[in-house]
């Protein structure tokens, strides 16, 4: 296998990892912590509250996926 291809897997890999973890996480603020209708009263609009969720997991996710190294 050549070692472009064991760089890249490596990268998804940290990638991966960091959504289970991420998404995770936020899972348990707003389904436990916050409670998700509270935020759809608070923003105003059902719609807002999904998208600005799935930006929060999925922004950072292609961050760590662009800023991990390769060496």
Known sequence: ????????????KHAA?????WFALLVFLV??????????DLFGSYILVEVT???????????VYLFTKET
């Open 31 to 40: 389904d436990g912590v916050l409670k998700f209708q509270t935020l759809v």
């Open 17 to 21: 990892i960091f959504f289970i973890c």
């Open 53 to 63: 969720l799935i930006l929060l997991v999925v922004l950072p996710t292609l961050a």
């Open 1 to 12: 296998m050549p070692s472009n291809m064991k760089l890249k897997k490596r990268k998804i």
